[in-house]
Each structure stands twice: as structure tokens, then as C-alpha cells.
């Protein structure tokens, strides 16, 4: 259709293709549509690429943003006078990330560039501790399961059933979301989520995602408020003989070895084969246990070189041995990633007891058989954590005493004189 004044006449084929100097027809179109993201489920993104659709971490790794939004604003605050509050750089890699996973669960509004930041009705509840145990699972569970699309579809497909194995979850994912960039880690973050807002049961031998209303029935059974399924452990170059080795995919697993046939070995090996090394694989990590190391040398040497030199390593305190204790001491130093590991039922010391480690239960193989699957999505949820923010990621040097590195001079090699 060609325009003529205010009258819409017919326009022919030669009109369309005409393009002269002093007339171009105009061509009546449909308006044009307005660009902008493709829908959430993915099916309307552009063919081959991927979209972020889920978080990079927990709800429960983010909560303490918005827990500090509340204690000592309430509802809304200055971005800079919150981090200066919290002793925190408001420009540092880690704060900016924090802002926007918080933003992503809907915990809380503003970007890492806004001058407010403020909290969400949902996040002011879930970060209100005096709130009802029911009104804080029921806003929790909006943030940590309907408010991700990914996450909500698993929920609906799984609710009420045992679930099934990882790959199983993550092709679900891949159907409904065809350019989903990470449905592994979406799985794992899933999991770790409906865990901590206690939604896995073990019933008849099996792990079975429980609908929240159950959850909800069950809340006056609990002591107070909400918990997770396990205790919280809150919250992120020497000379060897292996330099050939691509440090960027080890990943070196401190723990108890002992004898062979020995309790320590026997338990060091479940951990190991289990959870570890198939945590690890889905990451791109190979495995290695001081025993393992196959060339010869000192073997000390070897191993503080595994501990100062591999893209992340694991801690397992179990059974409290001395020397996994002095070397996670050796990677904190290193503020290199690691993530902690424990056995339920055997003591964190204090000077650790305050980061996150994953908690197993082996009390009896009708316990640890059915949650095999979340312990590993568990796993490779803090070791992605742990890869993207190594300062903050189960650091205890880095959280409570960062300056701990400007005590040493430039060389490093001798205290300043400051007390």
C-alpha cells in the first residue's frame, strides 16, 4: 500500500522496488516489533546462542546481602554506606557479583551501579528473622524455586516423586530450555536450594522432592523458623617436580588417607569415588590424592605443590586429621579456591567452624545411598562458587582478616614493624 496524502492506495510491484532520486513510494508495513530478551523458556532465542537463565549461586549464599540490608537499614539503603557498614569494597568483583545473583533470586532491587539498593517484599521477609516460620518458608521458597523459571520447571515435573538421576534433570532442562547455557549447574543449584528449604526427604529409600505444602504442615515440628537439612557452616609458588602439568584442571583432594585397609583409607576412598571425582568430572576437574601422585621425588614437596598450584582444591575434615588441617592452612594462604567437605557428626575446629562446608551424613547406607546425588550436586555447586570468587569462597583469612597479606613487605619475606 502506498501513502497519498491521507489516503492509502494500492501500490504495485514496480512502486515497492522503485528507489529515485526526488519520490520513494513508502510501502505500508506491519509495525515492527518492539526487540527485546527472548521469552525465559529459551524456545524464542536466537538459534545458537545460550542464555544465563539460571543464578551462579545459592539462595542461601545470597540471603546475607539482603540479612544486612535489614539489621541495619530495614528496607533500603545507600549502596556505598552499606558495603562501608559491612567492611566491604562496594567495587570489588565479589560485592558487584553478590548485587547480582541477590537481584536474580528478587531478594533485592538495584544493580551494582544504583545508588540504592533495596529489598524486595519477599526478601524483606525471608531476611526477617522474627517473621513466622511459615511466612519465611513461603517467601523463601518464591525466591529460591518459582522465581527461576529452570528451577520452578523441575519442581513441577518432580514434585511428589522420588528424583531421579542428575542427567535425567538436566535433559528435562535442555528440552524445555533449548539455549540454556548451564543445565548442569542449574541442576546442581536446584538441589542445594530445595534442600536448604528442607523439600528432600528420604522416603522409602529414595530422595523425593516433597511438595511445599508438607513443608509447610511440618513447620511446628521444627525448633524455630526455617533451617537447612544439615547444620550451617556459613558465609570466598614453591619448586617441584610436576611443572608439566596443566594446573588449570586439577583439582587436589586433601584428606585423611591412613594405612591401606586401614578406616582412614576406606573412608578417604568412599569420599573420593563417590562424591569428589564425579563432582569434579561434570566441572572439567581431574582428581588427584597425594597418594596418587605418580612421579617420584619427595613426596612432600609434590604435595605442597598440588596445594599451591591446582585450580581448587577440596578439604575433607573427617576424622580431624592434623596434616588436612595444616595443608587447607597452606591453601588459605594461597587464597586460592578450596571447598570443605566434613562427615556428620565429627567436630569443625573453631578457627574454621564459621565457612560453608558440605555436611555427609554415612550414618548407615540407608541414609547415604538415597542423598548420593545431592551430596555430588552439592559439591560441584561450591566448587563452582568457590572458582569464580576464591577470595570469598571458604576463606576464613580472607573474610575476617584480609589484611592479613599487607603485614608482609613487597619481597615477602620479613613482618612489617606495624603491631
Given at each position: 500500500?502506498v501513502?497519498?496524502?491521507?489516503?492509502?492506495?494500492?501500490?504495485?510491484?514496480?512502486?515497492?522496488?522503485?528507489?529515485?532520486?526526488?519520490?520513494?513510494?513508502?510501502?505500508?508495513?506491519?509495525?515492527?516489533?518492539?526487540?527485546?530478551r527472548?521469552k525465559?523458556?529459551?524456545?524464542?532465542?536466537?538459534?545458537?546462542?545460550?542464555?544465563?537463565?539460571?543464578?551462579?549461586?545459592?539462595?542461601?549464599?545470597?540471603?546475607?546481602?539482603?540479612?544486612?540490608?535489614?539489621?541495619?537499614?530495614?528496607?533500603?539503603?545507600?549502596?556505598?554506606?552499606?558495603?562501608?557498614?559491612?567492611?566491604?569494597?562496594?567495587?570489588?568483583?565479589t560485592s558487584?557479583?553478590?548485587?547480582?545473583?541477590?537481584?536474580?533470586?528478587?531478594?533485592?532491587?538495584?544493580?551494582?551501579?544504583?545508588?540504592?539498593?533495596?529489598l524486595t517484599?519477599?526478601?524483606?521477609?525471608?531476611c526477617?528473622?522474627?517473621?513466622?516460620?511459615?511466612?519465611?518458608?513461603?517467601?523463601?521458597?518464591?525466591l529460591?524455586?518459582?522465581?527461576?523459571?529452570?528451577?520452578?520447571?523441575?519442581?513441577?515435573?518432580?514434585?511428589?516423586?522420588?528424583?531421579?538421576?542428575?542427567d535425567?534433570?538436566?535433559?528435562?532442562?535442555?528440552?524445555?530450555?533449548?539455549?540454556?547455557?548451564?543445565?548442569?549447574?542449574?541442576?546442581?543449584?536446584?538441589?542445594?536450594?530445595?534442600?536448604?528449604l528442607?523439600?528432600?526427604?528420604?522416603?522409602?529409600?529414595?530422595?523425593?522432592?516433597?511438595?511445599?505444602?508438607?513443608?509447610?504442615?511440618?513447620?511446628?515440628?521444627?525448633?524455630?523458623?526455617?533451617?537447612?537439612?544439615?547444620?550451617?557452616?556459613?558465609?570466598?609458588?614453591?619448586?617441584?617436580?610436576?611443572?608439566?602439568m596443566?594446573?588449570?584442571?586439577?583439582?587436589?583432594?586433601?584428606?585423611?588417607?591412613?594405612?591401606?585397609?586401614?578406616?582412614?583409607?576406606?573412608?578417604?576412598?568412599?569420599?573420593?569415588?563417590?562424591?569428589?571425582?564425579?563432582a569434579?568430572?561434570?566441572?572439567?576437574?581431574?582428581?588427584?590424592?597425594?597418594?596418587?601422585?605418580?612421579?617420584?621425588?619427595?613426596?612432600?614437596?609434590?604435595?605442597?605443590?598440588?596445594?599451591?598450584?591446582?585450580?581448587?582444591?577440596?578439604?575433607?575434615?573427617?576424622?580431624?586429621?592434623?596434616?588436612?588441617?595444616y595443608?587447607?592452612?597452606?591453601?588459605?594462604?594461597?587464597?586460592?579456591?578450596?571447598?570443605?567437605?566434613?562427615?556428620?557428626?565429627?567436630?569443625?575446629p573453631?578457627?574454621?567452624?564459621?565457612?560453608r562446608?558440605?555436611?555427609?551424613?554415612?550414618?548407615?547406607?540407608?541414609?547415604?545411598?538415597?542423598?548420593?546425588?545431592?551430596?555430588?550436586?552439592?559439591i560441584?555447586?561450591?566448587?563452582?562458587?568457590?572458582?569464580?570468587?576464591?577470595?570469598?569462597?571458604?576463606?576464613?583469612?580472607?573474610?575476617?582478616?584480609?589484611?592479613?597479606?599487607?603485614?608482609?613487605?613487597?619481597?615477602?619475606?620479613?613482618?612489617?614493624?606495624?603491631?
Amino acid at each position: 500500500m502506498v501513502q497519498n496524502s491521507n489516503r492509502v492506495v494500492p501500490a504495485t510491484k514496480a512502486d515497492a522496488d522503485t528507489d529515485t532520486e526526488g519520490t520513494t513510494p513508502q510501502v505500508a508495513r506491519s509495525p515492527r516489533k518492539k526487540k527485546g530478551r527472548a521469552k525465559l523458556t529459551g524456545k524464542t532465542a536466537k538459534s545458537g546462542s545460550r542464555e544465563r537463565l539460571c543464578p551462579r549461586t545459592s539462595l542461601e549464599d545470597v540471603l546475607p546481602l539482603g540479612e544486612a540490608i535489614h539489621r541495619i537499614a530495614g528496607r533500603k539503603i545507600r549502596r556505598l554506606t552499606l558495603f562501608e557498614k559491612m567492611n566491604r569494597s562496594p567495587s570489588s568483583s565479589t560485592s558487584r557479583a553478590w548485587i547480582v545473583q541477590s537481584a536474580k533470586y528478587r531478594v533485592t532491587v538495584g544493580t551494582e551501579r544504583s545508588e540504592y539498593l533495596e529489598l524486595t517484599d519477599d526478601g524483606f521477609i525471608a531476611c526477617d528473622g522474627s517473621q513466622p516460620a511459615r511466612l519465611l518458608l513461603e517467601a523463601k521458597f518464591r525466591l529460591g524455586i518459582v522465581n527461576i523459571p529452570p528451577f520452578k520447571k523441575l519442581y513441577e515435573a518432580y514434585v511428589g516423586h522420588r528424583l531421579p538421576v542428575r542427567d535425567v534433570m538436566r535433559d528435562l532442562l535442555i528440552d524445555e530450555f533449548p539455549h540454556i547455557d548451564t543445565p548442569e549447574s542449574c541442576v546442581d543449584l536446584f538441589l542445594v536450594n530445595a534442600k536448604y528449604l528442607q523439600l528432600l526427604r528420604t522416603i522409602a529409600g529414595a530422595e523425593t522432592l516433597i511438595p511445599l505444602e508438607q513443608a509447610l504442615e511440618e513447620l511446628p515440628q521444627l525448633p524455630s523458623g526455617l533451617r537447612a537439612s544439615e547444620p550451617r557452616v556459613s558465609t570466598a609458588e614453591i619448586e617441584g617436580t610436576t611443572s608439566y602439568m596443566d594446573w588449570s584442571r586439577i583439582c587436589f583432594y586433601i584428606s585423611p588417607i591412613g594405612k591401606e585397609h586401614g578406616d582412614e583409607r576406606k573412608h578417604a576412598d568412599l569420599f573420593l569415588n563417590s562424591f569428589v571425582r564425579p563432582a569434579m568430572e561434570e566441572i572439567g576437574l581431574t582428581v588427584v590424592r597425594a597418594d596418587e601422585i605418580p612421579e617420584s621425588g619427595m613426596i612432600a614437596t609434590q604435595i605442597y605443590e598440588h596445594i599451591c598450584k591446582c585450580a581448587l582444591a577440596i578439604s575433607d575434615f573427617s576424622l580431624g586429621s592434623q596434616n588436612v588441617f595444616y595443608e587447607t592452612a597452606l591453601r588459605h594462604a594461597s587464597r586460592l579456591p578450596i571447598v570443605h567437605i566434613i562427615r556428620k557428626g565429627d567436630a569443625i575446629p573453631f578457627d574454621v567452624n564459621q565457612m560453608r562446608a558440605v555436611i555427609i551424613d554415612t550414618t548407615d547406607i540407608y541414609t547415604l545411598v538415597p542423598k548420593i546425588e545431592t551430596y555430588r550436586a552439592e559439591i560441584a555447586a561450591q566448587a563452582r562458587k568457590a572458582l569464580e570468587d576464591p577470595l570469598h569462597s571458604g576463606n576464613p583469612i580472607t573474610t575476617f582478616y584480609p589484611q592479613f597479606w599487607e603485614l608482609f613487605r613487597p619481597n615477602g619475606s620479613t613482618l612489617d614493624n606495624e603491631p
